[in-house]
């Protein structure tokens, strides 16, 4: 923890992806939702929207490659995901709330490849499996929280009114944080001190 505290950078992987579950995941609301649409028997397609979201962004993500700039790029995708579950609250229709649904599981996966890329490539052997730790508690506690949240909220003004408020807490929180942590927002895989530290020699070949 003393480590991890120490490291803006790494505090920012956690702390916005914590932000983004625990204020934009809102899968508990999902039944009632579809119930809203008239379509309480195409739930399931509701669960699947981030799913297949994800395994587009996957199946697409070749470009990440080219991307140095990961603390930014993680801000965005969390920003993108926020945006993304804020305007599937305001669809009229089945087929629009899965798409910006999907949207929003393309965006955390993206925001996922980024967290992934800044913790292999500036945690030390020696602290890789604890901060693993920390890595699992951010994953398994922000959904948990993100529905809590959301059944709250729902009772105070209905499944769309939560879903719709809670991915703009989303964005306002990942724009605190982003404001908070400047070396975090400014993190860059060519320049890090901790990137570099970590990274190979290159060989000296003619």
């Known amino acids: 923890m003393r480590y991890a505290l120490r490291r803006p950078d790494l505090m920012g992987t956690y702390l916005v992806d914590i932000a983004a579950m625990a204020f934009a995941s809102s899968t508990a609301l999902f039944p009632f939702l579809a119930e ?15 799913g297949v979201g ?17 603390g930014l790029a993680v801000i965005v995708s969390a920003t993108v995901w926020g945006v993304a579950v804020a305007l599937a609250a305001l669809m009229p229709e089945m087929w629009l709330v899965f798409l910006f649904l999907a949207v929003a599981g393309g965006a955390d996966m993206v925001s996922g490849l980024f967290r992934g890329t800044i ?12 901060l693993a730790g920390i890595e699992l508690l951010s ?23 939560s879903l719709g408020l809670g991915g703009l807490f989303c964005v306002a929180a990942v724009g605190l944080m982003t404001a908070a942590l400047p ?24």
């Open 119 to 130: 913790w292999n490539q500036t945690i030390p052997d020696s602290y890789r499996g604890r």
């Open 183 to 206: 070396r975090f927002r400014g993190y860059d895989a060519r320049t890090d001190e901790h990137a570099l530290a970590l990274r190979p020699p290159e060989s000296a070949t003619a």
């Open 139 to 161: 994953y398994s506690t922000g959904p948990m929280l993100g529905d809590a949240r959301a059944g709250f909220m729902a009772q105070l003004g209905g499944a769309r009114f």
């Open 54 to 70: 994800a395994v587009i962004a996957s199946l697409t993500s070749g470009w990440t490659a080219h991307v140095h700039r990961h």
């Open 36 to 50: 809203d649409l008239g379509a309480s028997k195409a739930v399931g397609l509701l669960y699947a929207a981030g």
